[in-house]
């Protein structure tokens, strides 16, 4: 498996980040995205990538798009060069918690869309409660990538793989209290658009039994998202993971 999102330098992380790892791929993760959210984050993110041999994305988080300096997009421009980095992200639009103006998310967001264009980069995206928007930007640049943790409907799901984007599903999809409308949208997202993540420290799926003492999510849990997936789609858990790798390469355009 690839755990396609991990919010690895998160402080909850701080003090294992080794062990961590260690635990991931005794759980079969044999690699992961780890997320920027903003310049700074995204720094630690690629040393963190460069240090455990993972990926990566730079990017500015839309509760950061306030923050962003004048010369963000070159900065991240500047990150990219690297080849931990594989996307431009986590960037897009939250209207849910409004950390930043919505006008500023936008503007951040798309100087984000035209930095990946430029480069011919996927995106890593995030969007909450904005989705016309969204729609609206995302049509307008034509960028190939990832809506991560994707927890809409159906519709908004066949929006946006109309426009040919990878969908990021999380433990978000193990919670039977909130997760009626993602899993009914699973019957229109094919397995070759899949990706699998934990969104790692948060989401921890609620499948896992006996429950953990700790509150804390793990890329190594990301088996429980996969045994979710396979009772869906009724396929064995084995051809999620494969898929899951291999959507992963393509998007990415990995050859490892």
């Known amino acids: 498996m690839i755990d396609a999102g991990v919010n690895l330098s998160s402080s909850q992380f701080r003090h294992d980040f080794d062990a961590v790892v260690a635990r991931a791929r005794e759980a079969g993760v044999q690699s992961m995205m780890v997320i920027g ?33 004048d010369d963000f997009a070159a900065n991240l421009s500047a990150m990219a060069q690297a080849k931990e980095v594989i996307a431009i992200g986590e960037c897009g639009l939250d209207y849910n918690r409004d950390f930043s103006p919505r006008p500023q998310q936008r503007k951040i967001f798309a100087s984000q869309l ?46 946006y793989l109309d426009l040919g984007l990878y969908l990021g599903i999380t433990g978000w999809v193990c919670d039977e209290r909130r997760s009626g409308e993602l899993n009914d949208a699973l019957n229109v997202i094919p ?20 429950k953990p003492k700790s509150r804390r999510c793990e890329p190594a849990h990301l088996p429980y998202v996969v045994a979710h997936l396979s009772e869906h789609y009724r396929v064995p858990e084995e051809q999620i993971s494969a898929l899951s790798i291999a959507n992963f390469n393509t998007l990415f355009a990995l050859d490892r």
């Open 37 to 69: 959210c903003d310049e700074a984050d995204s720094r630690e993110a690629l040393a963190l990538a460069q240090q455990f041999n993972l990926y990566s994305c730079a990017g500015i988080h839309p509760h950061n798009a306030k923050d962003a300096t």
């Open 114 to 159: 035209a930095l990946a264009n430029e480069l011919n980069m996927p995106v890593y995206l995030h969007e909450r409660d904005a989705h016309d928007d969204m729609l609206a930007m995302l049509r307008e640049y034509q960028p190939r990538g990832v809506l991560h943790c994707f927890t809409g409907n159906r519709q908004q799901a066949q929006n």
């Open 191 to 210: 397995m070759d658009k899949l990706l699998v993540e934990t969104d790692a420290p948060y989401l921890l799926p609620r499948t896992i039994s006996p």
